[in-house]
């Protein structure tokens, strides 16, 4: 038979203490005390090593907590998955997106969301910064950043392809770039990150390695958006995705340069709690991103990008 106290000692491990469990379940500690100590009396094992400032688990207790805690997270994932098929999905879904890729390739999709499930609410967060999912209490997030936390599970998305971009007029005007050591007698538009606050390098693949070079020119944006309008209005070069200046460019606005050294895609990620129960809501998300997403991988460009 199950104990009643289980749970409670579950969310004492998670949570770290007796009081920050309390807050969790909604109960007094003194509630949980009891409940811990009721628990290793009918278990006859000692779970915690208890100090007036710490508290950590015994070599019994942390058998205990890796045995258990797998099972009662998948029966809590059943019921709750018993529960959302008798109801329509629903609530605030927090989605954290990069600002202009949100734009460009997310927001086109949602409309046909939307319209299917127009009980749930998205709560769209535009941001080049890289936060952390957790702590903001977002649910999905998209984006190149690392999965640096193991609470969260980063599944392939997009290929975005990186370009070098310039205005036709600037080309005409300060010539074309060759090589990327050409780059020195241009001006380039530089990206730095919010995250960081270092500019982005730009990847160059020659002789089948990838080089780095950073930009060098008297513009620096933190808005790929701002580096695709001062290339409109002929400043310099900038690196962006293809797709953000795929259309410039088959209107022959833009030229794409230095197309033979360009590196490989980079790979976009999304990302969510790594826990097996996710809210129908969100699995209902993630699932029509993945279906409808349609990224700038190499054996599409040639279809959607002429050459000029």
């Known amino acids: 038979m199950i104990p009643n106290q289980l749970n409670i000692f579950l969310a004492v491990v998670k949570n770290g203490n007796f ?9 007094t500690s003194a509630a949980v005390s009891k409940a811990v100590a009721q628990l290793e009396k009918s278990l006859e094992l000692r779970l915690f090593h208890r100090t007036t400032h710490s508290l950590t688990l015994t070599e019994d207790g942390h058998e205990l907590y890796k045995r258990t805690e797998p099972l009662v997270e998948q029966l809590e994932d059943q019921i709750r998955r018993s529960k959302d098929k008798k109801k329509q999905p629903h609530g605030r879904l927090k989605i954290n997106l990069p600002d202009s890729f949100g734009r460009m390739v997310v927001l086109p999709l949602l409309p046909a969301f939307i319209e299917k499930y127009p009980d749930i609410e998205l709560d769209l967060q535009f941001d080049d910064r890289i936060g952390d999912l957790v702590k903001e209490g977002a649910d999905v997030g998209i984006g190149v950043m690392l999965n640096q936390d193991s609470r969260l599970i980063a599944r392939d998305f997009y290929k975005l392809q990186p370009v070098l971009v310039a205005n036709s007029d600037y080309i ?23 995250t960081t606050g270092r500019k982005k390098t730009w990847d ?96 599409d460009l040639d279809a959607i990008v002429h050459e000029l």
Do not use: W
Request: glycine share 8%.
């Open 172 to 194: 005409e005007k300060f010539g074309e770039p060759k090589t990327p050591d050409d780059l020195s007698q241009h001006n380039c538009i530089a990206y730095r990150s919010s």
């Open 19 to 27: 009081s920050s469990a309390a807050r969790h379940l909604g109960v």
């Open 204 to 299: 160059f693949r020659v002789n089948g390695e990838v080089i780095h070079r950073e930009p060098q020119g008297n513009l620096t944006v933190n808005s790929l958006s701002a580096a695709i309008k001062a290339v409109e209005m002929g400043v310099g070069i900038a690196a962006v995705g293809i797709g953000h200046a795929q259309t410039c460019i088959e209107q022959g606005c833009f030229r794409r340069v230095l197309r033979e050294y360009e590196a490989d895609p980079i790979q976009v990620k999304i990302y969510y709690s790594s826990r097996n129960y996710l809210p129908a809501k969100t699995r209902l998300f993630i699932d029509h991103m993945m279906e409808h997403v349609h990224d700038e991988r190499t054996a």
